[in-house]
């Protein structure tokens, strides 16, 4: 058949979340961008992750970390930054950096070789590990602070932890996708490791992370982010 | 009542005769003459072939003794020298039978007073008992195929089964058609090695290729081979379709114009039961009974998402004969006969001759006397295929499913099994799997390719050696790398997986308050029963649906239950029919093809249908056997291409979306399908019929077969169903862990969604073996692609494009299926960008 694909048309823009006086991008890969410090946030990069379950005998695709390295590197190049910050349990394990298979090990410090690297500690991955750059329990940089697990403490919170992700129905269909969310004082990223899950926004385990009257939410799409009117959430069989 | 082992006396039978005297022990025939019965001529067969070295497939019908035919053997045998050890092991697809078997082989033992000893061993069996059985096994043991495998993974089960001289298969048709029968065939295999004298004995119900299931025993035992036995039938059923006085509906599925009609029935019956296709038919009809139930007959309802305690309580009441009535699901299809049932009905669409023979059988259990049967057609359409249903049930036509072979991941689970037991040759063990018919086309490289996967994943990236379940030792055999792996086998066994399901809780209502997000409103409902968690992903707050026969509210999800709140509304909202399992049969299609396309036969018709069918062929054409209709319109706003292919839902399914994509590249502009049993609606905003007319749209390269080639791929790997095929292949074959029941009670799970690991296996080994598996049991499950590609190869060059102004008589039925059937999922970046828009829209206060 000599069929032509048509063109998505839409009349959205870009998404860019003003937050804390700061002009951040969200990338489809779930990384943010800070085109300020030249930087790229990524949270929950869980390295490891199928391995440290196929030591415990399930024997998981040996490809997540791979996945995830890829992301990281086409973001790089995509955005040009000269840094990373990864916003803590970036390894599945504490052991789990030891664990890499050889080309996933040489990929990663490749990166870590291309970029400043900042790694805040979480709880997956409390105890610093030598692979380069520096490891710190959370950081404060141009009005932010930085960490892993979003504890309250008064506005300009860029989290993750909680690997977002947000339901909305429209005509009749249900679509889920990972999220950015924020409520002006708490930013938190999606998971941006592969072998991740997320969980809705409106599970009442994260009920007690935001003021629900101010949420901002941004969900990933195939090609963009687009920005969704929090009246639109639900939560169904999630 | 019971399955009645004994024949009647005064029963001929007109199956096989045997060619010699039969050595029944003097003991047994003394106690047929006592009760003044005579053993049946099938049942003698039966121990004719075994008493010979070989195995036996009966098949008979209902009510023809056939369980005591599958037993002879063995109690011949006991009589005398009953042994140490088991001696007889039967197997059957459901618990209850084994129960039920036991309490009548206990009867004619009793009274004797043979010294063997019946015990059977299911999921209920307590834990103690289980292990004395495994100590100290009784002569015959009962059970069902996953605990065979449980028992198999023992490193005692050479010792216990050493012994073993028979194996009962009952309902074997039932088992065959799935996974559990590729489980119990590798079960069997392993059974015949450990214990070469053994004979098998299968019992079925008719099916359209007997060969095929003799052929299915007859490989297990090397030198056995086995005998195809065929009781000949009792009495012809006496079958009618309800000649409503009131119009029958064009669409829907409820039933409920023939309400009155069916109250007169039941009462003029002793008991009668009410099949219907899915649990919401059944909540629905129950329902509208029980509304009109003036005179307060006692009518129950039966169906698989209700409380285990209140089925046993309806089961227990049936027995006892104090119900008229029960309606119920396929959840009675095989099994224990309840009561004395003098009158079937089929609700709806009989799908099927051989399943409908089979669920008539239910009426009646004396072979002589004819079972009585009443369909009642919900929808014009199911006028037409229960006409077509009784003339194939009349000529003892069979459109039965035939055994599936081949599942890489119940061969992967097997496998393990073996290591469970002990250290296995793996030259050994492929014969031995070879010997199993579903997998009798097994190579050694497939073999091998399994035995990886099991080991280490099986990846393209060797990188789990150093973790391996399976370790080969130093004289080439297989053994499990430690213990944990036997002990996480035995709690993945079997492959039925159930769908996830959820509770659904009645509590109090709060007036569905937009935004409200946080916290339960009054938890301490009671728990209503459990539904399939995907339901509850299409329903939104305020949604109505039927459940446990109240109409209820959906409130919510709250941490794993469905709250609910009573309603107050007549109508529920949301009719969740969900097609049911069964598509229509390519047999009865053909009926229905046939029916429509002879006016000659209209006239067994009703008044109403005959009509239809007539203003059809006036205003348009009516659809032939050897081509395809494809009728175009406009409606409303919108364009509508409609086509009747009469190949059942699935099928149906997956060509509507397929169909959908390929209009969407040829600037049709779909915006949605739906798909019935018979025809599909496709509407858009373009004009098809313009595009068709004009040449610009070709409908022979629409419906060309290449569809089945990159178009279904690209679909299917993104879609919901082959993740759902996946999640299956990938617990059966033991990749992750199977989720047990309270396992799940913190909001954060434990185990990694299937979801996720299909995406990264497959962006990295499209062509690993669990994908291959799952892609397989998609096209053969939920898609019907064989079905699908044969109608599109008779079609070819036969598409007939019918071009009207408005829509046709037969399009109406399909039409009014739209908005009441979800449309099958492809989450789609448009919702999104609608969303967004929207939130844009109200940025700039438009």
């Known amino acids: 058949m000599s069929l032509v694909a048509s063109e998505p048309e839409s009349a959205v823009a870009e998404a860019v979340i003003g937050f804390a006086a700061q002009r951040l991008v969200p990338l489809v890969s779930g990384a943010l961008y800070w085109p300020q410090e030249n930087a790229l946030l990524v949270a929950d990069l869980h390295l490891d992750k199928f391995g440290a379950y196929a030591r415990r005998g399930s024997l998981l695709p040996p490809y997540d970390t791979a996945m995830t390295l890829k992301k990281l590197e086409a973001d790089l190049k995509a955005t040009g930054a000269s840094e990373v910050i990864a916003l803590g349990d970036s390894f599945h394990r504490d052991e789990s950096h030891e664990h890499l298979i050889d080309a996933d090990r040489l990929r990663l410090l490749a990166l870590i070789g291309a970029a400043h690297w900042t790694w805040i500690s979480g709880n997956h991955d409390r105890l610093a590990h030598g692979l380069g750059g520096i490891c710190v329990p959370g950081l404060e940089r141009g009005g932010l602070t930085l960490v892993h697990e979003p504890k309250r403490n008064g506005g300009g919170l860029v989290a993750g932890h909680l690997h977002p992700a947000a339901q909305i129905a429209i005509n009749g269909r249900v679509t889920r996708r990972r999220c950015f969310v924020h409520d002006g004082e708490t930013l938190v990223l999606p998971a941006y490791g592969a072998g991740t899950g997320a969980m809705n926004i409106l599970s009442p385990v994260l009920a007690p992370y935001f003021q629900w009257d101010r949420l901002e939410v941004f969900m990933i799409g195939r090609d963009r982010v687009y920005p969704v009117s929090a009246k639109r959430l639900v939560r169904m069989g999630d | 009542m019971g399955r009645g082992l004994a024949s009647r006396a005064g029963c001929t039978d007109t199956g096989t005769k045997p060619e010699r005297p039969v050595p029944l022990h003097p003991k047994i025939s003394d106690w047929f003459a006592q009760r003044g019965w005579s053993p049946r001529a099938h049942q003698l067969a039966v121990l004719q072939a075994t008493e010979a070295g070989r195995s036996a497939l009966l098949i008979a019908p209902t009510g023809a003794g056939k369980t005591l035919a599958g037993f002879l053997p063995s109690l011949n045998a006991l009589v005398e020298a009953p042994g140490e050890g088991i001696h007889t092991l039967y197997l059957s697809p459901l618990k209850a039978l084994a129960v039920d078997v036991q309490r009548n082989l206990m009867r004619p033992i009793e009274d004797m007073a043979l010294p063997i000893r019946v015990e059977a061993r299911t999921g209920d069996t307590s834990a103690a008992k289980r292990q004395r059985q495994r100590r100290d096994p009784p002569q015959i043991l009962l059970t ?643 079905r699908l590609g044969q109608m599109l190869a008779r079609i070819r060059q036969h598409i007939v494009h019918m071009p009207l102004d408005r829509i046709s008589p037969l399009a109406v039925p399909v039409l009014l299926d739209i908005g009441k059937e979800g449309v099958p999922g492809e989450a789609r970046d448009s919702a999104l960008m609608e969303a967004a828009e929207e939130l844009m829209r109200e940025a700039e206060g438009r």
């Open chain 2, 144 to 786: 069902t195929p996953e605990q065979l495998a449980l028992l198999l993974s023992h490193e005692d089960a050479a010792a216990m089964f050493k012994g073993l001289k028979r194996i009962v298969l009952d309902e074997l048709h039932a088992l065959v058609t799935s996974k559990r029968g590729e489980l119990l065939s590798l079960g069997l295999a392993r059974l015949a090695t450990l214990a070469p004298d053994l004979r098998i004995t299968a019992l079925s119900a008719t099916v359209a290729q007997p060969d095929l299931l003799r052929d299915w025993i007859g490989g297990l035992v090397p030198g056995a081979g086995a005998d195809l036995l065929v009781a000949e039938g009792g009495a012809a059923p006496e079958l009618s379709i309800l000649r409503s006085a009131v119009r029958v509906p064009w669409s829907g599925h409820s039933a409920r114009y023939a309400i009155p009609e069916l109250f007169e029935i039941i009462k003029g019956h002793r008991t009668t039961l009410l099949f219907v296709n899915t649990r919401s038919q059944a909540e629905m009809l129950f329902q509208e009974l029980w509304a009109q139930n003036e005179e307060m007959l006692a009518i129950a309802l039966h169906h698989g998402s209700l409380a285990v305690e209140q089925r046993r309580r309806v089961e227990a009441a049936m027995a006892e004969g104090r119900l008229k009535a029960v309606v119920c699901t396929s959840t009675l299809d095989l099994g224990i006969d309840w009561g004395d049932v003098d009158l079937v009905v089929q609700i709806g669409a009989p799908k099927g001759a051989s399943r409908m023979l089979q669920r008539i059988g239910r009426a009646n259990h004396r072979l002589d006397e004819p079972s009585r049967a009443l369909f009642v057609p919900s929808n014009r359409f199911e006028v037409l295929e229960c006409e077509a249903a009784l003339e194939a049930v009349a000529q003892g036509a069979q459109d039965s499913e035939d055994p599936v072979s081949g599942g890489l991941d119940v061969l992967a689970q097997h496998i393990l099994g073996s290591a469970c037991a002990g250290p296995f040759d793996p030259i050994a063990l492929f014969d031995e799997i070879r010997r199993a018919w579903p997998y009798r086309a097994l190579t050694w490289e497939g073999f091998e390719r399994v035995v990886d996967f099991v080991a280490t994943g099986g990846y393209a990236l060797r990188a789990y050696e150093r973790y391996a379940k399976l370790k080969q030792t130093t004289d080439g055999r297989f053994r499990i790398s430690n213990a944990t792996i036997a002990q996480q086998y035995r709690l993945n066994v079997g492959t039925i997986i159930e769908e996830p399901m959820v509770k659904v809780r009645l509590v109090r209502g709060r007036g569905f308050t937009r935004g409200a997000v946080t916290g339960p409103i009054g938890r301490n409902g009671r728990v209503l029963g459990e539904m399939e968690e995907y339901f509850f992903t299409t329903l939104s707050k305020g949604d109505t649906f039927l459940f446990g026969s109240e109409i209820v509210a959906f409130e919510g999800m709250f941490e794993n239950e469905a709250y609910v709140s009573r309603s107050t509304g007549k109508d529920p909202k949301i009719p969740s029919y969900m097609g049911g399992k069964f598509p229509l049969s390519t047999y009865l299609a053909d009926g229905v093809r046939k029916l429509i396309a002879d006016p000659s036969q209209w006239h067994l018709l009703p008044g109403q249908v005959e009509d239809w069918l007539a203003v059809q062929r006036d205003v348009s054409l009516l659809p032939q056997p050897d081509s395809l209709l494809v009728e175009t319109f406009p409606r409303g706003e919108r364009y509508y291409l409609v086509c009747y292919p009469f190949e059942g839902r699935l099928a149906h399914q997956t060509l509507g979306m397929l169909l959908t994509r390929r209009l969407e590249r040829a600037r049709a502009k779909p915006l949605g399908f739906v798909a019935s049993d018979y025809s599909i609606a496709i509407w858009g905003l373009a004009d098809m019929g313009a595009l068709i007319s004009s040449g610009r749209l070709s409908l022979d390269e629409l419906f060309d077969e290449d569809m089945l080639g990159d178009d279904l791929e690209a679909w299917l790997d993104e879609s919901a169903l082959m993740r759902r095929t996946f999640r299956n292949c990938a617990i059966i074959s033991g990749l992750i862990e199977r989720r047990h029941p309270g396992q799940e009670k913190s909001g954060r799970q434990v185990t990694v969604s299937s979801d996720i690991i299909y995406d990264v296996l497959y962006q990295h080994e499209p062509d690993h073996i669990l994908i291959e598996a799952s892609r397989r049991d998609a096209a053969r499950g939920l898609l019907d692609i064989a």
